[in-house]
């Protein structure tokens, strides 16, 4: 068996499990859009914005914390137990951090709603969907940071199934919270939003008693201790992890905006836009655990000093990246009109959702390019170049055309998103060109 081809037998082991858990944590997401849905337009579009608002803020956490993912992986590479364990620790001290700003955030998301011009009511129950969701922030970070951990080791598959888990139990939750089965009240779209933070703490409890159970900590040599925290190490993290937290909100807040734009067009418009959006974030996740897996594949050989193979291995994962994208595309297309009305939606969000579809798989190809691209700057611990080329790529380029294209006399909602298609395209080739001059192959390890 050829090298490449072993490369792909790895790569793919990695990031199946990853690309299944990122997909089990889109789907907490597209669980409350599909039963808030029965309730009405109106409980369906405030779960959509609130659900905007708790993924515009938590994502920048997310990103801080992602900055211990080539610090770990390198270590691993290298076998550096030492290393590896203090890097757990620091990881869980900025989940920890983190989760008090972001909570801030959450406790404003009504006025911030009025202020884009949302909907008055709409903005006032998707805050009150917000609200409820503060007691489990800190365990979904924390959860987040130790996936992270035991990702940068290869340990892939106890995220994978308890996030599996956590799945079962939302929808249970969700059925009883929302439409008050089994004894329990009804809150509609504000039981969806109890039942995710149940879940979040059901995801944390779940991955620390598989830790536990399995002795997976045996990689690290030390236990948590809070005293031996040190300011330089978290500075570290933070330093790698702000420029991918910024690339991430970068790329987030371009289809948020969107959603926002989207969401002065009408609940017709702002409906059909938010189904959308969710389908493409659902295919958005394999590419996205491709992404995951290469940073620590790349990261892996990077540590155990094996340039030409890091560099092998980034090759590979774009490759994987834009042949699974091909595939979600066509699926698009043949689909545009069974995947929408799947989400129980009337005739004319059907329709409109429909028309949008085709131009989602237009730019499928790049979306997979760009992501896995991210992920190999995150193995190599370059993550800075990412986060510009997302700016230029969406705000530089994207959202001015995708204002100017659904304005008055334009494309409207297909206006927003060929503007998106355009700035993805524009951040795919950035990648490209970035690996091929300054890829793995001229990178010294971190460790």
């Given amino acids: 068996m050829g090298p490449v081809r072993r490369e792909v037998r790895r790569l793919t082991a990695l990031a199946t499990p990853v690309a299944l858990t990122q997909l089990s944590s889109m789907l907490l997401w597209t669980v409350d859009l599909l039963m808030v849905g029965r309730l009405g337009v109106g409980s369906l579009n405030a779960v959509s914005l609130g659900r905007l608002w708790v993924m515009g803020t938590t994502i920048v956490a997310m990103g801080l914390i992602f900055g211990v993912d080539p610090i770990a992986s390198q270590a691993h590479g290298a076998r550096d137990r030492r290393r590896l364990s203090r890097a757990l620790l620091h990881v869980v001290a900025v989940a920890l951090a983190t989760s008090v700003p972001v909570a801030g955030l959450w406790l404003v998301t009504e006025d911030v709603l009025l202020f884009f011009g949302q909907d008055p009511a709409t903005a006032e129950l998707a805050g009150r969907y917000v609200l409820v969701q503060i007691p489990g922030l800190p365990f979904y970070l924390l959860f987040v940071a130790l996936k992270q951990y035991l990702q940068a080791r290869g340990i892939v598959r106890p995220g994978m199934w308890v996030s599996f888990g956590g799945n079962a139990f939302n929808v249970l939750a969700n059925a009883a919270l929302i439409f008050g089965l089994w004894g329990a009240p009804r809150l509609g779209a504000v039981g969806a939003g109890v039942a995710t933070t149940l879940?979040?703490?059901?995801?944390?409890?779940?991955?620390?008693?598989?830790?536990?159970r399995r002795r997976l900590q045996r990689g690290s040599a030390t236990v948590l201790r809070p005293r031996e925290v040190r300011r330089a190490e978290i500075w570290e993290v933070l330093r790698l992890g702000a420029p991918v937290s910024i690339q991430l909100a970068f790329e987030y807040w371009a289809f948020a905006l969107a959603t926002l734009l989207a969401g002065?067009?009408?609940?017709?418009?702002l409906a059909a836009h938010s189904i959308v959006l969710n389908v493409a974030s659902i295919s958005y996740?394999?590419?996205l655990g491709i992404s995951l897996g290469a940073t620590t594949r790349v990261g892996n050989l990077i540590g155990a000093r094996d340039p030409r193979g890091a560099q092998r291995a980034a090759w590979v994962a774009f490759g994987l990246g834009a042949?699974?994208?091909?595939?979600?595309a066509a699926l698009f297309v043949l689909g545009r009109r069974v995947i929408?009305?799947?989400?129980g939606a009337g005739a004319e969000v059907i329709v409109r959702a429909a028309a949008v579809m085709p131009i989602v798989a237009a730019f499928e190809l790049f979306d997979g390019v760009q992501v896995v691209g991210a992920g190999i700057l995150r193995?190599?611990?370059?993550t800075r170049p990412a986060a510009v080329f997302n700016f230029v790529g969406y705000y530089v380029l994207g959202m001015p055309l995708a204002l100017w294209l659904s304005g008055p006399g334009g494309f409207g909602l297909e206006g927003i998103w060929w503007g998106l298609a355009l700035g993805l395209f524009a951040?795919?080739?950035?990648m490209l060109g970035w690996v091929a001059r300054r890829g793995p192959q001229t990178v010294r390890s971190l460790v």
């Fill in 199 to 212: 879940t979040y703490l059901v995801l944390f409890l779940g991955l620390v008693a598989v830790i536990r």
């Fill in 264 to 269: 002065r067009f009408g609940a017709i418009e």
């Fill in 285 to 287: 996740m394999v590419p």
């Fill in 323 to 328: 042949a699974t994208m091909a595939v979600f």
């Fill in 340 to 343: 929408p009305a799947a989400y």
């Fill in 379 to 382: 193995g190599m611990g370059r």
């Fill in 427 to 430: 951040v795919a080739v950035a």
